[in-house]
C-alpha cells in the first residue's frame, strides 16, 4: 500500500470544506486533480472514504479511521520539519505568514523589525490579504500564521488562536475638514459626507449599518489597504476609519483628525474595537 502525505492533506482539506470545489481551492489544485488525488487515496487504501450521496460528504466509518491518522501523520511530518530546523539553528530560516490589510498597516511592520533585529540572518516573508484568503494558504500550507480579525475561528477546534490587545478604531477626517468646527459630532452628521473604509470585517459593516439607519449602506470608496484609503481622506473631505496604530503618524503630522462622536450608545462600544490576533493551525508548530 503506497501513501501519499499530499493526499491525506486533501483528505483533510475535503473533510474540512465538505466540498470538492471549495477544498481543490483551498490547496490550489483544480478541481479534476483534487479529485484524482482522493480517488488515488480511496484506491490505495481500499475503501471509500467519504459519502459521496450525502451533501455534506460526511466521512464513512473508515473515513474517520483514516481522518483521525492523516492528521497525526500530516502534524508529525510538519514538526518533524520544524524541530530539524530547530537543530540546524533557531536564528535562521524563513518565516512565513501573513497579514490582514488593517495589522499590516502598523501592528505587523513594527513586529517584523523587532524580529529581524533580533534574528538578522532570518528571513521574513508576509503576505497581505482578507482572512478568507490568508485561511486558504494556511490550510494549503504555504504560510504558518497569519495576523487578523479572529471572530470566526476563536470556537473553531482546529484552530489555535493568540488574542492581541484590542485596539479603539475612529471616524477620521483631514485636518481643516467642516467637522473639526463643529463643537460636537454627531453619527448623522459623519454620513453627510462620502466614506472609505474596508467593508470586510463584520463589525464595521454591522456598526455602519446601525449608524447610518440604511442596511443596504455601502461606502462611497471601498478598499483593503488602510493606508491607501486614509490617503484618499487625507486630500478630500472624505471620512475615514482606522485604529489608533494606524491613525497616530498622521496625527503625528497634522495631517487627519480622530472625531469622537458623541451620541454613541454603550452597546456599540465594542464594536469600535479590533478582535486582532495570531491565528494558526493545531497541531501544525
Known amino acids: 500500500m503506497h501513501i501519499d502525505l499530499r493526499q491525506l492533506r486533501h483528505y483533510i482539506a475535503l473533510v474540512e470544506h465538505r466540498s470538492f470545489v471549495a477544498a481543490a481551492a483551498a490547496v490550489n489544485l483544480s478541481q479534476s486533480a483534487f479529485s484524482r488525488s482522493i480517488q488515488t487515496l480511496e484506491h490505495n487504501i481500499g475503501c471509500r472514504l467519504v459519502d459521496r450521496a450525502s451533501k455534506e460528504l460526511s466521512p464513512t466509518r473508515q473515513g474517520l479511521l483514516v481522518l483521525e491518522h492523516s492528521r497525526r ?93 484590542p485596539q479603539r478604531w475612529h471616524f477620521c477626517c483631514r485636518a481643516g475638514h467642516p467637522l473639526t468646527e ?66 497616530r503618524p498622521y496625527q503625528m503630522e497634522g495631517g487627519l483628525v480622530a472625531l469622537k462622536l458623541v451620541d454613541l450608545a454603550a452597546d456599540q462600544e465594542e464594536a469600535f474595537y479590533t478582535r486582532y490576533g495570531v491565528v494558526s493551525r493545531v497541531g501544525y508548530g
Open 73 to 165: 501523520l500530516v502534524h508529525g511530518a510538519h514538526n518533524l520539519v520544524n524541530e530539524i530546523h530547530q537543530f540546524n539553528g533557531a536564528t535562521t530560516g524563513v518565516v512565513r505568514f501573513g497579514s490582514g490589510p488593517a495589522p499590516a498597516g502598523g501592528l505587523v511592520p513594527r513586529a517584523v523589525a523587532r524580529f529581524v533585529a533580533e534574528y538578522p540572518a532570518a528571513r521574513t516573508c508576509f503576505q497581505v490579504d482578507h482572512w478568507q484568503a490568508l485561511n486558504r494558504k494556511l490550510i494549503a500550507e504555504e504560510i504558518e500564521f497569519f495576523v487578523a480579525d479572529t471572530r470566526q475561528f476563536e470556537s473553531d477546534p482546529d484552530y489555535r488562536v493568540h488574542k492581541l490587545a
Open 182 to 247: 463643529q463643537a460636537e459630532v454627531r453619527a448623522r452628521d459623519v454620513f453627510d459626507y462620502p466614506l472609505a473604509t474596508t467593508f470586510r470585517p463584520p463589525n464595521i459593516r454591522k456598526i455602519l449599518s446601525d449608524l447610518s439607519g440604511r442596511q443596504d449602506f455601502l461606502p462611497t470608496v471601498e478598499c483593503e489597504h488602510g493606508y491607501a484609503l486614509l490617503n484618499v481622506v487625507r486630500h478630500s473631505d472624505t471620512i475615514g476609519i482606522a485604529c489608533n496604530a494606524n491613525l
